[in-house]
């Protein structure tokens, strides 16, 4: 008798972990390389929407559901298509969260997501060449296209009354389609740019790159770049020169990493990321603390809107097949449909379960345009006394 009980218990210790995984998501960022110090308070936002999910019960009939981590690099697109295809083909993955950065997020999606029909929501790569990516409709992302962020750049100058600025970017997609298209923006309005010239990632010495913006320049250096790579090296070599001491920071250059090397350095200095106000965010900053990591940091809500869309999807559609819940991913992120704040998952959960229909608003004011990205909006920060504090909303 007594093996007989430990037979079944092992049995049922077995088949309770066998339904704690039956559903699986990827979560692909650069956990290593210019862009490490991001992937940390991203991941942990994407695991926190899969928990609340958990904690309501799962989704469809009680399926529990677990994450499997893949590295990208940022900027490696062979690791990350290696890390995406160990995640859907030996993982088994129901759909994937990322990638991170622009150029990786491409490759993936067409050398592993696209051939294997995997879902994609990337809450961080921007470039507006994925915009036009013929991708069977199984891409999105929760943070808005650079086209966009490029014209917040040009307002947020013009307003400052800055007409003439430098512009360096990092050698890649997310780089060059970032800054080319501020330039169309900042011109277009009347702005000068004086250089838009790139910088290779992993140098020692950017000094012969500050000259010639220096010698070009301006009142203003954009730096189009990573915060723990180039664009980091990009500041130091012009605060050493004297070159520059204004610099204008887009979203792969704001985080925490940035105040404490920079902050006191840079007084003045501002930027922008994808961000939204209200109850929204409010409330995630007050559930993210609570659970233990930073819910500010640069796309961790767009990370946790992606997990979230994904599984509510899953839900509407009846169904873990990416085949057949991508069709549902626009549906749950727009109206019609009781709105939907972050730690109301299982709200939205039951009200699917019934038949109803959900308007998911998240922790950063979701709404999906065009073919599956964010119509977006952007927090400006400014450094003041060294510390890096917000300032607006556009």
Known sequence: MKKLLMASAAAALMAGAAHAEDVKLGILFGFTGP???????????????????????GVLDGQMVSAVRGDTGCIDSS????????????????????????????????????????????????SPALSTVEDNGLFFRTSPSDARQGQVMA??????????????????????????????????????VTMNAAHEDGKADYSAEVGALASAGGDVLVVVGYIDQGGAGMISGALDSGAFDTFMYPDGMVSETLETNFGSLTEGSFGQLPSASGDGPDLYNELGKAAGFDPTGTFSPESYD?????????QAAGSTDPNVYKDKVMDVANAPGEKILPGELGKALQILKDGGEVDYVGASAVELIGNGESAGTYREIEMKGGKMETIGYR
């Open 155 to 192: 307002d947020i100058l013009n307003d400052r009354g800055i007409s003439s600025v430098a512009v360096t970017y990092t050698n890649n997609d997310y780089g060059k389609g970032l800054a080319d298209a501020f330039e169309e923006s900042f011109t277009k309005d009347g702005g000068t």
């Open 35 to 57: 862009l490490e110090s991001l992937s940390p308070d991203m991941a942990a936002g994407a695991e926190f929407a899969i928990k609340e999910i958990n904690d309501a019960g």
């Open 306 to 314: 992606a997990a979230a869309l994904i599984l509510l999807a899953m």
């Open 79 to 126: 690791l990350a298509v290696a890390s995406a295809e160990r995640l859907i083909t030996s993982d088994k993955v129901n759909g994937i969260v990322g990638g991170m950065c622009s150029g990786e997020t491409g490759a993936v999606l067409q050398n592993a997501a696209i051939p294997n029909g995997v879902v994609m929501i990337s809450p961080s790569a921007t």
